[in-house]
Antibody, heavy 120, light 107 residues
Framework: QLQLRESGPGLVKPSETLSLICTVSGGPMSTKTYYWGWIRQSPAKGLEWIGSIDYSGSTFYKKSLRSRVTMSLDMSRNHLSLKLSDVTAADTAVYFC????????????WGQGTRVFVSS | DIQMTQSPGSVSASVGDRVVITCRASQHISNWLAWYQQKPGQAPRLLIYSASTLQSGVPPRFSGSESGSEFTLTISSVQPDDFATYYCQQANSFPRTFGPGTKVEIK
């Protein structure tokens, strides 16, 4: 059974870059039908899709975040990574990684989430 | 961006009640809609996709339907494990967007 687990610093200073890793276990990441996404959740914005990436590295970013977001895959380590630059307090949220199948559609497997605070 | 709305914002129900949650999209999304259940401190759990297809392992008391631009999640007989917040999500257009949630509470 595929499992996802997010990791990263729980506190990031304003204007710095938030970096998170999602480790995939219980199966390969490299299946062509899998798409890997990041979703965050905050009281202010609810659930917000940040972007997704496919096995080839093609990315699909939310337009309003595109200038600050970078997603990548490391198949050898079964890792998915998220970098969000120039963070502000508005980026404080619980960040989830999740899988969708066949396209960037619905998310059938989720990590447990990691809470990130942006504060000096 | 496609805006998703849900009603009601919250509903109080007793075990055994039928609960109906509605989701509407600001634009046509065909049947590109999913429903999730989320409990405090947990990730969302996919319940239904393609508006009406039950995800594997989800109890059949959950069902989804579509009528024009209105989507409905029905819990036919609410069980204690069902008290949670429910979200809809559209997958027709980028960016993918979620509804604000409907909290199902114990009466």
């Amino acid at each position: 059974q595929l499992q996802l687990r997010e990791s990263g610093p729980g506190l990031v200073k304003p204007s710095e870059t938030l970096s998170l890793i999602c480790t995939v276990s219980g199966g390969p990441m490299s299946t062509k039908t899998y798409y890997w996404g990041w979703i965050r959740q905050s009281p202010a914005k609810g659930l917000e899709w940040i972007g997704s990436i496919d096995y080839s590295g093609s990315t699909f970013y939310k337009k309003s975040l595109r200038s600050r977001v970078t997603m990548s895959l490391d198949m050898s380590r079964n890792h998915l990574s998220l970098k969000l630059s120039d963070v502000t307090a508005a980026d404080t949220a619980v960040y989830f990684c999740a899988r969708s199948v066949w396209s960037v559609s619905w998310f059938d497997i989720w990590g447990q989430g990691t809470r990130v605070f942006v504060s000096s | 961006d496609i805006q998703m709305t849900q009603s009601p914002g919250s509903v109080s129900a007793s075990v055994g009640d039928r609960v109906v949650i509605t989701c509407r999209a600001s634009q046509h999304i065909s049947n590109w809609l999913a429903w999730y259940q989320q409990k405090p401190g947990q990730a969302p759990r996919l319940l239904i996709y393609s508006a009406s297809t039950l995800q594997s392992g989800v109890p059949p008391r959950f069902s989804g339907s579509e009528s024009g631009s209105e989507f409905t999640l029905t819990i036919s007989s609410v069980q204690p494990d069902d008290f949670a917040t429910y979200y809809c999500q559209q997958a027709n257009s980028f960016p993918r967007t979620f509804g604000p949630g409907t909290k199902v509470e114990i009466k």
